[in-house]
């Protein structure tokens, strides 16, 4: 399913932001879309050069840095050097989770059991460090690390 077309539900963060919806920025939000798993930018760089052979690593970079500050998407850092991105919560794609992050083979799990408890204490937190710290603080990710049933 791609994420192109009229009423894609990131084109109103373009329009928003005076951004230009080009090609190559659709290739990478289509990439995206369409995979589960938590992508490198090299990843995102084979898939699209698959794609449109003419497309460098250079603009994958860099479209995924402008989507990260769009806010269209999210980088993660699980500690092993190398950035990590996915769609942040979007219609029809993955909803609000965390992760937990084996530390050997490096394998990241999604979840949303307990989010509901987390989130009620996560936001009460929240409301009172806004408060203490006079902070607006817009997002949080939560990973957990430890070794997978694969390897403990």
């Given at each position: 399913?791609?994420?192109r077309g009229k009423g894609a539900w990131?084109?109103?963060?373009?329009?928003?932001?005076?951004?230009?919806?080009?090609?190559?920025r659709e290739i990478v939000l289509d990439i995206l879309h369409e995979t589960d798993d938590h992508v490198s930018a090299a990843d995102v760089y084979v898939r699209a050069h698959a794609i449109n052979p003419s497309m460098g690593l250079t603009t994958v970079y860099r479209t995924l840095d402008m989507l990260t500050q769009m806010g269209i998407?999210?980088?993660f850092d699980f500690g092993d050097g190398k950035a990590r991105y996915e769609l942040v919560n979007n219609p029809g794609g993955k909803k609000h989770h965390h992760h937990l992050i084996c530390l050997r083979c490096k394998?990241?799990?999604?979840?949303?059991?307990?989010?509901?408890?987390?989130?009620?204490?996560?936001n009460k937190t929240q409301t009172r460090l806004s408060k203490k710290y006079n902070f607006n603080i817009?997002?949080?990710?939560?990973?957990?690390y430890g070794f997978c049933e694969r390897c403990k």
């Open positions: 399913m791609s994420v990131w084109q109103n963060r373009f329009h928003d932001m005076g951004a230009r919806i080009t090609a190559p998407v999210q980088k394998s990241i799990i999604d979840y949303t059991e307990f989010l509901d408890d987390e989130l009620e204490f996560i817009t997002d949080h990710a939560i990973s957990f």
